[in-house]
């Protein structure tokens, strides 16, 4: 078997370290009968190992709070409502008074449930199926001696690299920084949420490496180049030395980057550009805020819905809110609404859809579950008084929508005013420009919104109807595709004359050759991960605006992306060796 897997380059860096395999999956339990006799000890192993599982699950919850927020820690609280669940455990409990192991008698009854619920026509019923699997997964774990593979396992100072299929949200909660230093996916594409969630915690990854959890059998050393996009699994001493020369190499580079990163984005020819970070949950605003962003371009917020048992209250949201404006002092902070729907399931869940891409979602979910979206709003403009904030409405394609949503920030004005707490009437309203339509009819926005800010992942998807989380699909998914540029810059276009700020806030933005090409669409405000700030800096004051300009209009009248992208990175190269 080959020694490299190639996958997708998700996040940059090169790590050296030992395999720990995730395999997150319901176990195969074989049908065991038991004597009368042994009907009382099977009942109390079942309790035992149902307790082991609360007991681990509230480690978990504890592990969460102190490193991801007591917001996201809530995310266990639905699986241990679940294993506290008497109808469960005592519908278990009667299949081993029917002489069935408890293993099996805990699988049987799971499985019925987990069907129960995907049928049931309640969607917060719905979201539980994922809940039940993963309580499902972990007292099996415990009935069958299996070995536990959570990520929490991994000791302090590990170095290791994660292996699994995917990374769900309650997993990606236990990832801890000290004992993880890089992950390599299955599933997944450069702008799936696991490759969104390693470069914003500096991670490496590598993601759709078909096989590798076959390919491997955990504990052995493998190379991790999450530039190049490959797993050595059987690297030799020489590949392990050179590896390391490289990772020297890289730190060494840290104090120039850091250095370059506090540096004025300004161009060869003068041209000053503005950069500013994306942040994805509260907990990452000080890293942001110290990382030489000009303010925050794209603060999701769905953190505070996604695998959560229950809807996060006013209060809530603002003291999240408020901590990334107070990281920020002055600068500009965007924060985006609910962006919920695709592959993001809000609690509660969504109607079952065979395209939920194109479906219930984002902007199109927040209008018609009003109440729910004039809480966030509430809170938004009661956390405006702490800094310059700005509202963002993702998934926009009519006037009608953004129209909508000032009638209801109108309501919330008059509530926050009645209830006489602080809060700003002014904060400015922008809005996403994310699929075809929106980009072509921007103009038709210009009188009702404040700025745009292009959203490159969904704009691509959407204009070449490529999936972006189909790793078969990856190399379809480019935004150097002639019809994205000519969108972007019609966008561009409508926003100068018009006198609104265009920013890009995709992860197209955080890729040098990218960079280049965005400069030469004119667009001169960019929103990136918070690590790529150096190496956005490092392109900005490395080229001409002007040669920038002249290579993407070649660009744009190339045949095919393949062509745009190939001229566009010649003449970055000849631009970065003049």
Known sequence: MDSILRGIPASPGIVVGPVHLLRWEVPEVRHRLIEDSEIDAEIARLHEAIEQARERLRTLRARAEVHAGPEEARIFDVQLSILDDKELINSA??????????????????????????????????????????????????????????????????????????????????????????????????????????????????????????????????????????????????????????????????????????????????????????????????????????????????????????????????????????????????????????????????????????????????????????????????????????????LVVTVDEVRETRQLIEECVAELSARRVPFRDDVPLGVMVETPAAAVACDTLVRDVDFFSIGSNDLVQYTLAVDRGNANLAPRFTPFHPAVLRLMAQVQSTGAAHGIDVCVCGEMASQPLAVFALMGLGLRQLSVAPRAVADVKRIIRGVRAGAAEDAVRAAMQSGTAREAEILLRRRLRAELER
Request: hydrophobic letters at 45%; a negative charge; glycine letters at 8%.
């Open 93 to 394: 409990v009667a299949f081993v008074r029917q002489n069935l192991g408890a293993e099996k008698a805990f699988d049987l009854v799971l499985l019925e449930w987990r069907q129960h619920f995907a049928r049931h026509s309640a969607p917060m019923l719905r979201e539980k199926v994922g809940d039940l699997m993963d309580v499902h997964i972990r007292v099996l774990s415990i009935l069958l001696h299996l070995p536990d593979h959570d990520p929490v396992d991994v000791p302090r100072g590990a170095n290791a690299i994660l292996v699994t299929h995917d990374l769900t949200p309650s997993l990606t909660l236990q990832l801890d920084r000290e004992c993880i230093a890089a992950i390599a996916t299955e599933a997944g594409t450069a702008t799936a949420h696991v490759a969104i969630l390693a470069r914003s915690l500096g991670l490496p990854a590598v993601v759709g490496l078909r096989n590798a959890l076959a390919a491997l059998q955990g504990g052995e050393t493998a190379i991790l180049d999450g530039t190049d996009g490959t797993l050595v699994t059987k690297p030799t001493d020489v590949e392990i030395e050179e590896a390391r020369e490289r990772i020297l190499a890289a730190e060494g580079q840290a104090p120039v980057l850091r250095e370059l990163a506090l540096s004025e984005p300004l161009t060869r020819d003068d041209v000053r550009m503005v950069v500013r970070a994306n942040v994805d949950i509260p907990e990452e605003a000080e890293l942001a805020a110290s990382s030489g962003a000009e303010g925050v371009g794209l603060m999701r917020t769905e953190f505070l819905v996604v695998g959560r048992a229950s809807m996060p209250d006013e209060e809530e949201q603002y003291r999240s809110y408020k901590r990334v404006l107070q990281a920020f002092g002055n600068r500009p902070v965007v924060i985006r609404t609910f962006d919920v729907g695709g592959d993001k399931l809000p609690v509660g869940g969504f109607p079952s859809e065979p395209n939920p891409f194109l479906g219930w979602r984002a902007i199109r979910m927040c209008l018609d579950e009003s109440d729910l979206f004039k809480v966030q709003l509430r809170a938004l403009l009661r956390a405006a008084v702490h800094g310059d904030l700005r509202i963002m409405l993702p």
